[in-house]
């Protein structure tokens, strides 16, 4: 199984942005994928997680209003849309998969792509 993550960037406060992630080498119909992000000096955080089986879903209070995940069935690739980024956004956003859904929720999915680093500052 491979994840590839792509789309982070420098934005200023306010602004939006779409980190995806490609997943392939899944030998399983359903799983459950999302994100995690750590800031220097800080814990890695959950962020926002879907599973591609029932649609449930999970987000961090942080970022609820905030950011949505979407999914491409067809490209097997997930979205993280961003919006009204703030500064404390700030961090590598790492993506992850596996299943069931509360494995990969509490941060034992077997599966973890690069980080892509998102910064938010004016």
């Known amino acids: 199984v491979q994840l590839q993550a792509f789309g982070g960037g420098l934005v200023q406060p306010g602004d939006s942005l779409t980190l995806s992630c490609a997943a392939s080498?899944?030998?399983?119909?359903?799983?459950?994928i999302g994100w995690f992000r750590q800031a220097p000096g800080k814990e890695r955080e959950g962020v926002y997680f879907i599973s591609t089986g029932d649609g449930s879903r999970w987000e961090a209070d942080s970022v609820k209003g905030r950011f949505t995940m979407s999914r491409d069935n067809a490209r097997n690739t997930v979205s993280l849309h961003m919006n009204n980024l703030k500064p404390e956004d700030t961090a590598v956003y790492y993506c992850?998969?596996?299943?069931?859904?509360?494995?990969?929720?509490?941060?034992?999915?077997?599966?973890w792509g690069q980080g892509t680093q998102v910064t938010v500052s004016s």
């Open positions: 992850t998969a596996d299943y069931p859904f509360p494995r990969v929720v509490n941060g034992r999915g077997t599966y």
């Open positions: 080498g899944f030998n399983r119909d359903y799983y459950a």
